[in-house]
């Protein structure tokens, strides 16, 4: 018997740019969707929702068989949610921040049909992944759906959301580095087999995005940049069958951040300190993602969120129990040793965090 050639599934709609709310019935035309139910994030309609469903309104094709503003991301109300869609629904479209995404995105795995992802910001990777993050007996866990069928951004709506979505989203793409170099860390260990096409995929996101000199992050040609690279982080996990190549030992220390604080910054936010923490411990392409943050505002931006040094204390020596089944550098214990130290140690740590 042959070798089998991986298939891994990959957005048919890709479409980002300005104006494309407006144009959204003729991307579900042009894939033969006429038939569809749309999930709005609360208050996401009364902003955008105007121009998706005018667009619908007027094509002779495309149905809107229903509208909700649900973003539950409960399993329990979800699964009840799922099941009473118009049967003859042909595609879920998600509009909104991420928890409408990951409730419409499991809605439409469990239904089996296509997912159509509308993120209003880019924040983090989800709105391009296969994963959702559910509540699951009151406890907050990554599930497996489908990858999204289409992707529609806006960028007029990203360049006009709050600046700390996209400081998070920059945040969420430096993670590849310090992700990435935990993923062969691990295979040194003999713990994981690297995907060496979704590694270099993943490489690509970063650099395409680190590399930019002199970013202005309103400018149209760096937010497509930005949500590319997101788009290519999804990617790369999909090839993987995992989170690997974009979640490593910053991830877990934002996870244990999430678990000890009561009211927790954007993910993508403590992802991106998690990171040049975690880059310095490598000792790793920090001053990379040190000169990126500096140029993009990032470091001055962290420092009005007045984040503790000891939040992080705790969550470093939490952070190898979130995911004990992985051997990430954090899982190690002279470097969470190193990282503690860093926190005051580094001139750049030290004064983003009090």
Request: charged residues 20%; proline residues 3%; hydrophobic residues 40%.
């Amino acid at each position: 018997m042959g070798t089998q050639v991986q298939k891994i599934t990959i957005p048919t709609i890709l479409e980002v740019g300005t104006n494309r709310l407006e144009n959204c019935a003729s991307y579900l035309e042009k894939v033969k969707l006429y038939k569809v139910v749309i999930f709005f994030g609360e208050g996401i309609k009364l902003l955008f929702g105007s121009k998706i469903l005018n667009s619908l309104e007027k094509s002779s094709q495309v149905s809107l068989l229903e509208s909700y503003e649900y973003d539950e991301i409960r399993l329990e109300n979800l699964i009840s949610k799922a099941f009473i869609l118009p049967s003859d629904t042909q595609a879920i479209i998600g509009v909104g921040g991420g928890k409408v995404l990951d409730c419409a995105k499991y809605i439409a795995f469990l239904n089996n049909i296509p997912f159509i992802s509308v993120p209003t910001s880019t924040s983090n990777d989800a709105f391009a992944s296969s994963g959702c993050s559910l509540y699951i007996n009151d406890r907050r866990k990554s599930v497996h759906a489908a990858m999204p069928f289409g992707i529609i951004v806006d960028l007029d709506i990203v360049k006009n959301s709050p600046i700390k979505f996209i400081y998070s989203g920059l945040g969420d793409i430096v993670s590849k580095i310090s992700a990435i170099y935990d993923w062969y860390f691990e295979q040194g260990h003999k713990k994981s087999v690297v995907s060496d096409f979704a590694a270099m995929m993943a490489k690509k996101s970063v650099n395409s995005v680190v590399r930019l000199e002199y970013p202005n992050l309103k400018e149209g040609y760096f937010l497509k940049e930005m949500v590319d690279s997101l788009t290519m982080s999804g990617i790369a996990m999909e090839i993987a069958g995992n989170s690997a190549p974009a979640s490593g030992s910053e991830h877990l220390i934002s996870h244990a951040l999430d678990k000890l604080l009561e009211k927790p910054e954007l993910h993508g936010l403590q992802v991106g300190i998690s990171t040049y923490l975690m880059s310095l411990v490598q000792e790793h392409r920090y001053q990379r993602i040190e000169k990126f943050f500096i140029d993009t505002g990032f470091f001055e931006f962290a420092k009005t969120l007045n984040m503790k040094k000891s939040d992080f204390e705790k969550a470093i020596d939490l952070a190898p129990s979130i995911k004990p089944n992985r051997f990430t550098t954090i899982h190690v214990e002279s470097n969470r040793i190193k990282a503690k130290e860093l926190l005051y140690s580094n001139k750049y740590l030290n004064s983003i965090l009090i």
